[in-house]
């Protein structure tokens, strides 16, 4: 910020005193050094004027007001021999530093926000600490309202956020995309919204990998079966989590192409890696597998050069469709 001339000041009639405030804090920031009565008087116009005793007076004023509002204004040596003491404005002690939270306090935020309409000034306020915060629950969002989605039950949510922040150990039971049910045993790192969903991201200990699930997915209660393990050092939980509409969790569809298809199946379906070619010259992926209403039309839109192989839930979704479309 350059230094404030008096040739920007408007008169001191037609100023108010907030403004000459500004000017004054805003004039002693930019100064690389202190500036004397004298100086500030030369430079803002508000404290020019033949009475010189009226002008002290009301810059006395100004002063008491600026530190009454948590100014930290200092009077400090002009130079190294200290001739002349001047005032300024430490930037260090003016400045806030950057706000951050970690992912468990933007958890607490989100949820406190829950109870409130988007209208609200906490929802606002809420939502400007929650975006582009390191590790924070929206990150890679593109935004939205504050709202958890409709089939997450909240008692489930705030149980996996409470486990998170705690790093509990919970055993739940679960339901994959491919609507396999069973049981797991999680270590709870973190509780990340993403894609229009929540997923608590933890230490899978029977598989030995972290993996993140979709609380929409889960059947039952969180059960805290005790103390969990720390994450690694590095750890986001955003990272785990796919972005776009897969959000697969730990699932994956096998789907053949023809060799046409493949080439453009490979590069355009998000997480999907070639397993082998068929004899027939069919290429056959490993895509990660969303929910089957989501990946069934993907599929549909490459005609009879996809088959899905598995899992049978996405297969009969691609057979309805079909059926249905033949039957309109």
Same mark, same amino acid.
Do not use: C
């Given at each position: 910020m350059?230094?404030?001339?008096s040739r920007t000041?408007v008169?001191?009639?037609a100023?108010?005193?907030?403004?000459r405030?500004?000017?004054?804090?805003?004039?002693?920031?930019a100064?690389?050094?202190?500036?004397?009565?004298?100086?500030?008087?030369?430079?803002? *116009?508000?404290?020019q004027?033949?009475?010189i005793?009226?002008v002290?007076?009301?810059?006395e004023?100004?002063?008491?007001?600026?530190r009454?509002?948590?100014v930290?204004?200092?009077?400090?040596g002009?130079?190294v021999?200290?001739?002349?003491m001047?005032y300024?404005?430490?930037?260090?002690?003016y400045?806030l530093?950057e706000i951050?939270?970690?992912?468990?306090?933007?958890?607490?935020?989100?949820?406190a926000?829950?109870g409130?309409s *988007?209208?609200t000034?906490?929802?606002?306020g809420v939502?400007?600490l929650?975006?582009?915060?390191?590790?924070g629950?929206?990150t890679?969002?593109?935004?939205?309202p504050?709202?958890?989605?409709?089939?997450?039950?909240?008692?489930r949510?705030?149980?996996?956020?409470?486990?998170?922040?705690?790093r509990?150990r919970?055993r739940f039971?679960y339901?994959t995309?491919?609507?396999s049910?069973?049981?797991?045993?999680v270590?709870?790192?973190?509780?990340?919204f993403r894609?229009g969903?929540w997923y608590l991201?933890g230490?899978d200990?029977?598989?030995?990998?972290i993996?993140?699930?979709?609380?929409?997915?889960?059947?039952?209660?969180?059960?805290?079966?005790? *103390?969990?393990?720390?994450?690694?050092?590095?750890?986001?939980?955003?990272?785990?989590?796919?972005?776009g509409p897969?959000?697969?969790?730990d699932?994956?569809a096998?789907?053949?192409?023809g060799?046409?298809?493949?080439?453009?199946?490979?590069?355009?379906l998000?997480?999907?890696?070639?397993e082998?070619?068929?004899?027939d010259g069919?290429?056959?992926?490993?895509?990660?597998?969303?929910d089957?209403?989501?990946?069934?039309?993907?599929?549909?839109?490459?005609?009879?050069e996809?088959?899905v192989?598995?899992?049978?839930?996405?297969?009969?979704?691609?057979v309805?469709r079909?059926?249905?479309a033949?039957?309109g």
């Amino acid at each position: 910020m350059p230094p404030l001339s008096s040739r920007t000041m408007v008169s001191d009639d037609a100023m108010e005193p907030l403004e000459r405030l500004l000017n004054l804090v805003g004039l002693l920031l930019a100064s690389p050094t202190p500036l004397t009565f004298d100086q500030i008087r030369d430079t803002l *116009e508000a404290y020019q004027g033949d009475n010189i005793e009226s002008v002290k007076r009301k810059f006395e004023r100004d002063k008491d007001s600026l530190r009454a509002y948590g100014v930290p204004l200092e009077m400090t040596g002009t130079d190294v021999w200290d001739v002349e003491m001047g005032y300024t404005i430490p930037k260090d002690r003016y400045y806030l530093p950057e706000i951050s939270f970690t992912p468990e306090e933007i958890t607490a935020l989100y949820l406190a926000a829950q109870g409130g309409s *988007e209208a609200t000034e906490v929802a606002q306020g809420v939502r400007k600490l929650l975006y582009g915060a390191e590790g924070g629950l929206l990150t890679g969002s593109a935004g939205g309202p504050l709202a958890a989605e409709s089939d997450t039950d909240q008692t489930r949510l705030m149980a996996a956020a409470a486990a998170a922040s705690a790093r509990r150990r919970v055993r739940f039971g679960y339901r994959t995309a491919t609507g396999s049910a069973g049981d797991r045993d999680v270590d709870a790192f973190g509780v990340v919204f993403r894609g229009g969903h929540w997923y608590l991201v933890g230490h899978d200990r029977d598989r030995d990998d972290i993996r993140a699930f979709r609380l929409s997915r889960v059947t039952d209660a969180l059960a805290d079966v005790g *103390e969990g393990s720390t994450p690694p050092e590095g750890f986001h939980a955003i990272d785990h989590v796919e972005a776009g509409p897969w959000n697969a969790g730990d699932e994956s569809a096998r789907i053949a192409f023809g060799p046409a298809a493949a080439v453009l199946a490979e590069a355009s379906l998000p997480g999907a890696y070639r397993e082998r070619v068929r004899d027939d010259g069919w290429t056959i992926l490993s895509v990660p597998a969303p929910d089957a209403e989501t990946l069934a039309p993907i599929v549909l839109g490459y005609g009879p050069e996809a088959e899905v192989l598995e899992p049978q839930t996405l297969r009969a979704e691609v057979v309805r469709r079909l059926t249905a479309a033949i039957g309109g």
